[in-house]
């Protein structure tokens, strides 16, 4: 990658500010790790794969709610953007199944929802 | 975007938990009455950032919310705002975040491990205009405009402390970022380097070139191994876009970084004693003036600020010293990251502006104390600093206020505490954290915190007399005046404010050899009320140590040489039938 310039700076901000119309992230910090955000890490970067999904699943910082980690938040096109916390192995595979393909939304594993 | 659904309800009991499901029943029945199910999903919350206000609703996408709830509202609501999109004013609640979000603005929602997430919002910006627009002169007045002061927990105006290296002379300068975060409870600089390093590596790069430094190294403690890699990957990033390096961004300005491992000494926060573990030598600190503004690292000005103040200085200057100032109070501008934990529901890592009072952060962020016991005091500063009592819950934070109080605003961690922790055992705890802590150079530190840990010992097992209190007082103001660094010389703190707030408690260990909240083993006695002793045996059944003998016929007894008063007995009866006294 070649060294940039202050021009090149801002265009790679305007070229990276294009995201993704869906996606998920999942708090991978040291608290989300221990409480194990890398299990449904995994369980949602496999499911999108084998679904041919069209969701981008990223990782991200703590996003500060430790009592509820692991934290996932889901942003999928017609559903609001939600967090979900203490989301194990089981609630991971629900998000792709009831949130992701089933638009709909989890009982019991809301923490947060994103006014528009 | 646009919803599958016509309206989403979420609902949540903020009082009880198990309220909430059959609420949720009662709502879906009256929905498929109606024959609206297709249009309206319903959905229990775990959590709706609203709390002790019953039954509430939140309605989407119109973002309304309905609090304390009852069975017959249902029907207006379905009929009136769900089907007509009408509010009902007398159910509406309006609810303000209480949090902001500056230093952890990125946390949590960029990638950390790749610079076009940090970049795309924003990052780096800051640094062009510094680079560009501004010399260093213009940084200390925008940096000075802005307020900002240190928040390790000093609270020393950065401004200043950037002025003084700037205005030294000298072949080479450096920046220090200490990001050594040892207070027990605490984890805001760890949760910033590994959500968001960059906005860390961006600040130094800032500091760097106002003073006039081309070398900078962050002094990470190995303790936080992901943090590391974290800030690793981001200098390989950085210096791969040429953001570090030589002639940054185009610039003719050259910095680079190194990361330093602190090796778990508490004292190596201490910003003399980390000076001289980055030099290789032992962890300790010498006395002060010359400050190390003027002399620090290897004999040169060094600036050494906190994560936390790094990672303000960014946003600082890609919006502007003014803005800054315009969020928190007259002597203290910004937010303060606070690892709330303890007795609170929700433990977490929160930002709010300076001004907010205590109670706004345990009760309307935290949720209210565990089991909704009583609230005590609540701990800040760590082994530095105090407890401040129920009774001052609505002290506004920041500097100034928390020092009249007799604790400090520290790094940031706020213990909660309710009628089930003892102030002198909170005391014993820290006391002890600082011997195994204190570096052994100067003896009011050496001797003075094992003395105190001492007496405190004394007094937590009933041995003491009101004269030791006297005695341990003087302790704790000799160490005070005479150690040589700031763990010395803070150290007595817990002892001062839980003394301060709590002697009652004090003197109830040393006069009626007794402990209120049951935490001191040497002052309790587990003993069955066989009046109130169904025989049910499950007391005995989950003693650890076979304790408790008997059976239904003869009754249950404790046998108080076996004892080792864990409480086990105490928890599991459901008949209150056991005694603590």
């Excluded at chain 1, 069209?54 to 430790?66: T, Y």
């Excluded at chain 2, 975060?181 to 390093?197: C, F, N, W």
């Excluded at chain 2, 919006?319 to 501008?333: H, L, Q, R, V």
């Excluded at chain 2, 009072?357 to 105090?386: L, N």
Aim: aromatic share 8%.
């Amino acid at each position: 990658m070649p060294k940039l310039t202050k021009e090149q700076l801002d265009n790679l901000m305007k070229s990276s500010q294009k995201k993704k119309n869906q996606w998920i992230k999942v708090g991978m910090s040291t608290c989300g790790i221990a409480a194990g955000a890398d299990k449904a890490l995994k369980v949602l970067k496999e499911e999108v794969k084998k679904r041919g999904l069209d969701v981008a699943v990223e990782q991200c910082g703590c996003a500060g709610k430790c009592f509820a980690e692991p934290l996932v938040e889901v942003a999928i096109e017609g559903m609001p953007q939600v967090t979900y916390g203490k989301v194990d192995e089981e609630t991971a595979h629900a998000i792709i199944d009831k949130h992701v393909c089933g638009k709909r939304l989890i009982n019991d594993h809301i923490f947060n929802v994103k006014a528009d | 975007m646009g919803f599958k659904y016509k309206k989403i309800v979420l609902l949540k009991d903020t009082d009880m938990d198990k309220g909430t499901k059959e609420f949720y029943k009662i709502f879906l029945e009256a929905l498929r009455a109606k024959n609206l199910q297709e249009e309206v999903q319903v959905v229990r919350a775990a959590d709706i950032g609203i709390y002790k206000k019953g039954i509430v609703i939140k309605i989407l996408p119109d973002n309304l919310i309905y609090t304390n709830l009852k069975k017959e509202n249902i029907e207006d609501i379905i009929e009136k705002t769900i089907k007509k999109n009408k509010l009902i004013k007398e159910l509406l609640f309006e609810n303000e975040d209480k949090q902001l979000r500056i230093v952890l603005r990125n946390c949590g929602v960029i990638d950390p491990e790749n610079i076009n997430d940090y970049i795309a919002s924003e990052g780096y910006q800051g640094l062009k205009k510094v680079l560009f627009k501004y010399n260093p002169e213009k940084v200390v007045d925008e940096l000075k405009l802005s307020g900002l002061r240190g928040r390790g927990g000093g609270g020393f105006p950065t401004w200043m402390k950037w002025n003084f290296a700037k205005g030294v002379e000298a072949d080479q300068k450096y920046i220090i970022c200490n990001a050594d975060e040892g207070d027990p409870g605490a984890y805001m600089d760890r949760s910033v380097l590994e959500g968001d390093p960059h906005s860390v590596i961006e600040g130094m790069i800032i500091a760097g070139f106002t003073i006039g430094a081309n070398e900078g190294y962050l002094y990470i403690r190995a303790e936080y191994p992901l943090a590391i890699e974290r800030i690793k990957i981001a200098l390989e990033q950085a210096r791969e876009y040429g953001l570090l390096g030589k002639k940054i961004l185009g610039s003719g300005f050259d910095f680079d970084l190194e990361i330093r491992l602190g090796a778990g000494a508490f004292v190596c926060g201490e910003e003399t004693a980390l000076i001289a573990s980055i030099e290789g030598k032992r962890g300790c600190p010498v006395p002060r003036p010359p400050y190390p503004s003027i002399k620090g690292l290897w004999g040169k000005p060094t600036v050494i600020n906190n994560v936390e103040t790094l990672a303000n200085i960014p946003v600082i200057f890609n919006k502007g010293g003014k803005w800054f100032s315009g969020i928190g109070t007259e002597n203290a501008k910004g937010t303060k990251v606070f690892a709330l934990t303890g007795k609170v529901k929700n433990s977490s890592l929160i930002e709010v502006p300076m001004g907010i009072t205590i109670r706004e952060i345990v009760f309307d962020i935290g949720g209210g104390v565990i089991d909704d016991r009583e609230i005590k005091a609540v701990q800040t500063g760590g082994p530095s600093g105090g407890v401040i009592p129920a009774d001052y819950l609505d002290t506004k934070v920041d500097y100034e206020n928390l020092t009249k109080l007799g604790s400090i605003m520290g790094s940031g961690g706020m213990i909660v505490m309710d009628d089930t922790d003892c102030m002198v055992d909170i005391a014993q705890f820290y006391m002890g954290f600082c011997v195994d802590e204190s570096c052994g150079k100067c003896s009011p530190c050496r001797i003075g915190t094992y003395q105190m840990l001492g007496y405190l010992k004394k007094i937590t097992e009933g041995k003491a007399t009101e004269e030791d209190i006297q005695k341990l007082e003087r302790i704790c103001f000799a160490t005070q005046k005479a150690s040589l660094c700031g763990l010395g010389q803070t150290a007595p703190n817990p002892i001062l404010s839980t003394l301060r707030y709590f002697r009652d408690e004090y003197l109830e260990h040393v006069n009626d050899k007794k402990c209120r909240a049951g935490k001191c083993i040497d002052l309790i006695q587990y003993k069955i009320d066989q009046d109130k002793c169904k025989r049910c045996s499950i007391c005995a059944r989950n003693c650890p140590v076979n304790a408790i003998s008997g059976d239904f016929k003869e009754g249950l007894v404790i046998d108080q040489a076996k004892c080792i008063k864990c409480g086990k007995c105490f928890e599991v009866c459901k008949f209150n039938a056991i005694k603590r006294g």
